[in-house]
């Protein structure tokens, strides 16, 4: 029986020294110190998920076992079950009830097993997939108790399942230790969530006041980073569905995408972009349908495909948006500025959390709490932003009234000075404001661009010409004129330059008219109207097609940018028989051959006797 006991004995030395001998032991750091395990764990992949305790004990895996070394060891979203192997230190004197930390409380299943001395000692679950209440530590993040033992190392075993990013940062605490980094990380997210919900609450109630929607949008984006997270830090599962561990695979997703939709649409609103930018107002448009989409997809697809999918949109969307602002502050767009430095703070921090995840900055407050940090500014700066731009619009409107009131004020010293001198200029006066009428006149009836009338005063004097020739019985034809491409050729080179073709056709168009009755205007757009009165359709036709030729012979140049221009255009004549409605036929005669010259190739006179068909 001695012997049996010398040759177990034997046996469990050569394995604990040949265990020691692949895996250093880590050195227990100082009290008021946590110990990072990364660099002592030992992985193994097991792509089928099928290993037990057993199996690794018994040698399975053999030499596939590797060290990264690194801080955090990751593997990025898999669909393997991953062991995790490292011995701990015997404990030190009067010091021996420790606490294990995996702060990354997403994790599906952690299975832990303890041993000392060749026999499990302990056995926990955890993960977001299992209720909370049966968590051995009631935390956001995976923690559970260890006690070393006095005289032996301690082996301990992870067996990590999850749909999220694999993920094992691992921690030895001393219980008060992590008691004190608790009350200092919990009183920093207590700020920083804090923020968020006073933002969020102080615009909600502004947009209540004024139903901008920026502010709704702001506050969507503000909820959305608080709710996305608190769900990555396991605040959510802690205090909303601790038992109900299938929204921990819906909400991220949920909330990041989200995090696409609200600052897409803030975007587009704050900055107008739809105003001078449409490509990028259209980029911003199909980037929150995406987001619409995602968020579906968050109920329907498994948790690693919409996550892929979510983070990519959502990094398209941050440099859209990034991007949108720093165009529109090139705009001169004066809110523009305070946009960009916010998603400046933004990004930069989570680039210092990125190069401390990496390894190229030091581990220490600061840069573990950068994104927050960033973040926090980020939306206390858009907050100032929208501030900065109700006090600029309210400062607008003040200097518009001053302006207005200084003219008013003008006008009423004039008025004043006038009737002072009334007796002496009663003649002088009469004849400037016959003249003042005779120009406002002009101007109210006078397209401002091309110098033609203008379709007020083009539906007036229709209809008297009509009624003239219903009473004489004599024929009126009239023309409606469309620029071709006119809508490609205005996004194509700007709206500038469409307004130059626009008064170059009306040149053309008045040149080619020369009677006196004739009346030529512009009815709006693109579209010109000419009346010939006393004309019948072959007259009217000749006359489309003098005015045709001559805007096809035109080339428009401004610049560097030279276009060959075109028109078609619809004609239609008659001698009046209705008094009442035979004005309105006539026109939708005539427009409706315009419709019948552009369907068949546009460049071209189509004309009819017939009213409306």
């Not at 034809?477 to 050729?489: E, P, R």
Request: charged share 20%; proline share 5%; aromatic share 8%.
């Amino acid at each position: 029986m001695q012997r049996l006991f010398l040759v177990a004995v034997s046996l469990l030395s050569a394995i604990l020294l040949s265990f020691a001998a692949r895996a250093e032991l880590p050195v227990i750091q100082p009290a008021g110190q946590g110990t990072g395990l990364g660099p002592y764990l030992e992985l193994l992949e097991d792509p089928e998920g099928q290993l037990t305790l057993e199996d690794i004990r018994a040698g399975a895996g053999g030499d596939q076992w590797i060290r990264p070394g690194t801080k955090v060891p990751g593997f990025g979203y898999t669909g393997s079950t991953y062991w995790a192997r490292l011995m701990l230190p015997s404990a030190p004197a009067n010091d021996d009830d420790f606490l294990l930390e995996i702060s990354y409380p997403v994790l599906d299943r952690v299975m832990v097993h303890v041993l000392q001395g060749g026999e499990r000692v302990s056995h926990f679950q955890l993960g977001d997939r299992m209720p909370y209440h049966e968590r051995p530590i009631d935390h956001p993040n995976l923690i559970f108790p260890v006690t070393l033992a006095q005289d032996q190392p301690t082996e301990v075993y992870l067996q990590v399942t999850s749909s999220s990013s694999v993920q094992i940062p691992l921690t030895l605490w001393r219980g008060n230790d992590l008691i004190t980094k608790t009350f200092e990380q919990g009183s920093l997210w207590a700020l920083f969530y804090g923020a968020l919900l006073v933002l969020g609450t102080y615009n909600l109630l502004i947009y209540m006041a004024v139903r901008e929607r920026s502010y709704l949008y702001y506050v969507f984006y503000v909820m959305s980073m608080a709710s996305l997270t608190a769900a990555a830090h396991g605040v959510s599962f802690r205090f909303f569905w601790p038992t109900n561990p299938g929204w921990n695979e819906i909400v991220p997703a949920l909330s990041l995408s989200c995090m696409v939709i609200a600052p897409t649409l803030f975007t587009r609103s704050f900055l107008q972009v739809g105003n001078t930018r449409p490509r990028l107002d259209k980029a911003l448009h199909i980037l929150a349908v995406v987001g619409g989409l995602t968020a579906i997809g968050a109920f329907l697809l498994p948790y690693g495909i919409i996550m892929v999918i979510t983070i990519l949109a959502a990094n398209v969307a941050i440099v859209v948006c990034f991007t949108t602002g720093v165009l529109r502050w090139r705009d001169g767009f004066h809110a523009a500025r305070y946009y960009s430095i916010a998603w400046t703070f933004m990004l930069g921090g989570g680039l210092i959390l990125a190069l401390n995840k990496l390894g190229l900055l030091p581990r220490n407050s600061f840069t573990e709490n950068a994104a927050q940090a960033g973040t926090l500014i980020e939306v206390l700066l858009l907050s100032f932003a929208m501030a900065n731009r109700m006090n600029w619009e309210r400062r607008q409107r003040e200097e518009a009234q001053r302006q207005a009131a200084e003219v008013q004020k003008q006008l009423l010293n004039s008025q004043i000075e006038m009737n002072r001198q009334l007796d002496e200029k009663v003649r002088e006066r009469t004849e400037a404001l016959e003249d003042a009428n005779e120009k406002l006149l002009t101007l109210s009836t006078t397209d401002e661009l091309t110098q033609l009338k203008n379709r007020r005063y083009f539906d007036q004097a229709f209809r008297t010409e009509y009624q003239r020739a219903y009473r004489e019985k004599t024929p009126v034809a009239v023309m409606m004129l469309d620029i071709d491409h006119f809508k490609q050729l205005n996004d194509t080179h700007g709206h500038q330059f469409g307004d130059i073709c626009l008064q170059e056709v009306a040149k053309t168009i008045r040149g080619s008219v020369r009677r006196p009755p004739d009346l030529p205007a512009r009815y709006g757009g693109e579209e010109f109207v000419v009346v010939l009165p006393n004309t019948d359709l072959n007259g009217a036709l000749t006359v489309a097609e003098s005015i045709r030729n001559a805007v096809s012979g035109l080339t428009v140049t401004s610049g560097n940018l030279s276009v060959r221009m075109t028109v078609s255009i619809g004609v239609a004549s008659e001698t009046p028989e209705d008094n009442r409605h035979g004005a309105d036929l006539l026109l939708k005669a005539a427009d409706k051959q315009l419709y019948r010259a552009k369907e068949e190739g546009r460049n071209r006179v189509r004309g009819s006797h017939s009213q409306v068909a």
